[in-house]
């Protein structure tokens, strides 16, 4: 056993203009527990003084949660340089952080999944067997924390007490991660007292791998050109090094909420998704609540803070990315938002995409690399049409319209507490979860891919989060146009063998049916276009039309026309009252090209292929389903 090896032990609506009170060194709320050092869980504190005594810190702090300590962390980050304060007539108690260069977004090709077996960790994941990892950390995390603190983070995913709420301990000298896991999750003392009681926790190692000799000069923004990020799936364990950037390093997030929760729902009957969470009302005032899943650039966050164009309807955030589903005492499918804030892309966030998200930033609002305006405020491209004329880019440079160049990184980021958002529903921290009435599934395709359609039945909605495209755009790496299949947007996220992963989507769905309570599932796709390559759907706040349509078929209000890929929105069924659509564009929006269905069941072939002999059966049956609807179709319409 090496250093590196753990020891077997069994919010309120607000205005967008109103500003805060900036807390005070002397503010302390007082729903903050207080936890004697003799009252700390002795597991933990054998965690603490073990990789203490691997990473040789200064000093050890032990974090409460507390305003008071917060505000001293930010203090601190403001001394250090990491952090700049943004105008507090303008952005109340707002920060912008400038990162390295060389740490400015997740990295995939150095994040592993460490299962015993390489099998196990699939084909779609980084591999690298557990002892050989620890052999390649040991030696980087040795010394790696001298001249800094070593902060003990404990943290609760979910509201604290639920029965669905995990919880974790972080050890980060960094911070910068510090004051975003107070916002990302619940942190501090209240977490504590939950493990000292007995609950369960997973350890999390995180180091930005830049130790001081006596008397040298620290950088604005510490980190390592080496990085990895390993997860320990069957010991539950996460060790992060190397980079101070939120996904590599705030391990409750990607890392524990989906790759290590991912591994413990499959082991305990729950499932750990990448999904938005909404509650949706009707004019009747009858509430739904819809989970939804979509890859990156498929219009997510515009969907979890959508304010709907049709009168009487209201659509309200209860998380925009990440999700916990469990089957409830009721049978029913409910799920918890396991995060306490949004950490989103800022790019392409604008006051005319989603005012909702604009409005959530007023203020208690970490930015990073985005840019910085003469009066003190922050910018990126998409936030307004016209950029200011001068800016300070998210180098540090001189900026202006002519630069040629962005002036916001484009994964530059905010983060902000989810209770701050004028869309937070009121539920959206029930400790017994929200009733799940439908899950959807977002691609982005220009053709093919209907408006919105509606599965058969679980293994065929199984089917189709196995098989969720999207077009790649200018905005990412790659050949613009070329398909990228994330089943389920958890391509980089699930922390086990994928065919696994739809094996065990496939089992929830027959415990699902004992209660028989199934949540319906459907497919949407805003961004079909014309031949001429004009989007056919206006988007945005329309959205709410398809959502509508959803709330009928629950309803038996609506019916559907089968379509090889399922049911669609019978004539005159979907809402286009006074959308400038003509009858052509709407019918183009449902087209399905029997040509292109035909390749499209290749694709999805060489897809499965992937995963040999472990994809279900099931999904293999699904295929053949979908083939023997493309020759009846072919049929059709020969005849």
């Known amino acids: 056993m090496t250093l590196l090896d753990r020891p077997r032990t069994t919010a309120p609506h607000r205005s967008p203009d109103a500003r805060p009170e900036a807390p005070t060194a002397a503010s302390s709320p007082s729903s903050v527990p207080v936890v004697l050092e003799a009252d700390r869980p002795a597991d933990v504190v054998a965690f603490v003084e073990r990789i203490a005594a691997l990473t040789t810190p200064d000093q050890i702090h032990w974090v409460d949660g507390s305003t008071r300590e917060r505000h001293a962390l930010l203090q601190q980050l403001v001394a250090a340089g990491t952090l700049t304060q943004l105008n507090p007539d303008i952005r109340p108690y707002s920060f912008l952080a400038r990162s390295d260069e060389r740490d400015v977004a997740r990295v995939e090709e150095r994040t592993f999944i460490c299962s015993e077996r390489e099998e196990d960790a699939g084909p779609t994941n980084n591999w690298m067997a557990p002892e050989q990892m620890r052999a390649e950390l040991e030696p980087l995390f040795t010394g790696s924390m001298r001249g800094r603190t070593l902060y003990v983070v404990p943290f609760a995913m979910g509201p604290i007490g639920s029965s669905m709420t995990r919880y974790g301990v972080q050890v980060t000298d960094s911070p910068y ?39 040298q000069q620290d950088v604005a923004w510490p980190c390592n050109e080496t990085k990895y990020i390993a997860h320990f799936p069957k010991e539950r364990e996460i060790w992060s090094y190397g980079s101070a950037y939120g996904g590599n390093a705030i391990l409750a997030k990607k890392a524990f909420a989906l790759r290590i929760a991912s591994a413990m729902a499959r082991d305990e009957g729950w499932l750990a998704e990448h999904m938005l969470l909404i509650k949706v009302t009707s004019p009747a005032g009858k509430v739904y609540h819809m989970a939804a899943a979509f890859p990156s650039a498929c219009g997510k966050t515009n969907l979890a803070m959508l304010t709907p164009t049709t009168p009487g309807w209201t659509v309200e955030t209860i998380g925009d990315d990440i999700a916990w589903l469990h089957i409830g005492k009721d049978g029913r499918l409910r799920a918890i938002n396991p995060e306490a804030g949004f950490f989103g892309v800022a790019p392409g966030t604008g006051i005319s995409t989603n005012r909702t998200a604009v409005d959530t930033l007023w203020g208690n609002t970490i930015f990073t690399n985005v840019a910085l305006r003469e009066d003190g405020d922050v910018w ?260």
Not at 588 to 603: K, N, P, Q, S, V
């Open 177 to 215: 991660v510090v004051v975003s896991m107070g916002t990302m999750t619940r942190m501090g003392s209240a977490a504590l007292m939950q493990i000292a009681t007995g609950a369960p926790w997973v350890p999390a190692v995180h180091s930005v791998g830049a130790p001081l000799q006596p008397g």
């Open 380 to 639: 990126w491209e998409g936030l307004t049409d016209t950029p200011p004329a001068r800016l300070t880019d998210w180098r540090g440079e001189e900026w202006t319209p002519d630069s040629g160049r962005p002036a916001a990184h484009p994964n530059s980021r905010f983060t902000v507490a989810a209770h701050q958002a004028p869309s937070i529903a009121d539920t959206w921290d029930d400790p017994e979860g929200v009733v799940i009435d439908a899950i959807i599934f977002g691609g982005r395709r220009r053709a093919l891919a209907p408006l919105v359609v509606e599965a058969r039945d679980w293994d065929h909605g199984v089917f189709m989060g196995a098989t969720i495209s999207s077009e790649q755009t200018a905005a990412a790496e790659g050949t613009v146009g070329a398909l990228r299949r994330d089943p389920f947007a958890m391509l980089p996220f699930a922390g086990y063998n994928m065919a696994d992963y739809f094996a065990h989507w496939l089992d929830f769905g027959k415990r699902l049916r004992r209660s028989a309570r199934v949540p319906r599932v459907f497919q949407v796709n805003w961004f079909r276009k014309s031949p001429e390559g004009t989007f056919l759907w206006p988007g945005f706040g329309e959205n709410g039309r398809v959502i509508e349509w959803m709330v009928a078929r629950l309803e038996s209000e609506a019916c559907v026309d089968e379509t090889p890929l399922g049911g669609i929105p019978r004539a005159g069924e979907l809402n286009v009252e006074g959308l400038d659509l003509p009858e052509e564009d709407l019918a183009e929006l449902f087209r399905m090209d029997t040509d292109e269905l035909e390749a499209e069941a290749h694709d999805v072939e060489r897809f499965f292929a992937t995963f040999g002999e472990k994809l279900p059966a099931e999904l293999r049956h699904q295929l053949s389903h979908l083939r023997s609807r493309i020759r009846a179709r072919q049929e059709a319409d020969a005849a």
